[in-house]
């Protein structure tokens, strides 16, 4: 017993509002203990994200590319990040689509993708990066097809725009200079990406694949010795991408809160 209540009405996560409850019940005001846990109940629910983040992307120069070699690749890279049919599909021949829940994940995949097809196939891929917010047909149960909302508007627009400039990635959204920013930083990081050869491509894919492997576990899986690692992950300026994506993870986070 305390004070005349018994324990059992008190989970051990909310007795640090019992004295909240007391003070509330001198004063005759409920509303006191109601405020305090509304407030201690919202401090601690899940991470939740209304944002989503489409990926609109296609081949570059796909009539010259064999498709038998490139498709395998990028069906490989996609499959990490959903389900064919319910959040990616590949249409129109060389175009993809993939909607992300976690829009904090979307250049982690944009890279992803851009790494695995130009190891595997020697092939570059166009990515626009669409933010905003689920539409109302955007729900878990909704064919990829069938879904709408801002996130896909500024893709697929975004898209046609770096077609245009022949940019390989571009991030948009509903903030233009939030989006101006991300993207003069990307320009940077393109630098090297858009010149990965196979090699690059190679060592970039498994370290964002498997970020739990250290130097000398991927030599091992690779064949090689540790300082050819080491080599080609600065040949590849993985420690500027890698700080760029944390970067992207944070930010896009502290959006969703």
Not at 20 to 47: A, H, M
Not at 55 to 61: A, E, K, P, Q
Not at 98 to 118: G, V
Not at 152 to 162: Q, T, Y
Request: glycine share 4%; with cysteine.
């Amino acid at each position: 017993m305390v004070n005349g209540y018994r324990k059992k009405h008190w989970p051990d996560k909310f007795v640090h509002l019992f004295p909240l409850y007391i003070i509330s019940q001198i004063v005759n005001k409920r509303k006191y203990y109601l405020f305090g846990l509304y407030f201690f109940t919202i401090s601690r629910l899940p991470y939740i994200c209304y944002m989503i983040a489409v990926l609109t992307g296609d081949i570059v120069d796909s009539t010259h590319q064999e498709k038998d070699a490139w498709l395998p690749a990028l069906k490989s890279a996609l499959i990490n990040w959903g389900k064919e049919g319910k959040e990616w599909e590949i249409y129109r021949g060389d175009e993809f689509q993939l909607r992300l829940r976690h829009p904090e994940r979307a250049l982690m995949a944009a890279f992803s993708i851009k790494a695995r097809l130009k190891a595997i196939a020697d092939t570059d891929i166009r990515i626009a990066i669409g933010l905003g917010e689920a539409g109302d047909q955007d729900q878990d149960t909704t064919p990829l097809t069938e879904s709408s909302g801002p996130a896909f508007i500024h893709s697929g627009r975004k898209l046609d725009e770096i077609k245009k400039h022949r940019i390989q990635m571009a991030i948009a959204s509903e903030d233009p200079a939030s989006d101006s920013a991300w993207n003069l930083l990307l320009q940077w990081v393109l630098l090297s990406a858009d010149k990965w050869s196979s090699v690059s491509a190679e060592i970039v894919d498994l370290a964002l694949s498997h970020p739990e492997l250290s130097q000398t576990d991927m030599a091992s899986r690779l064949k090689v010795q540790q300082p050819a690692v080491s080599q080609r992950l600065k040949r590849a300026d993985f420690d500027l991408l890698w700080q760029t994506l944390e970067f992207f993870k944070d930010k896009i986070q502290s959006l969703c809160h």
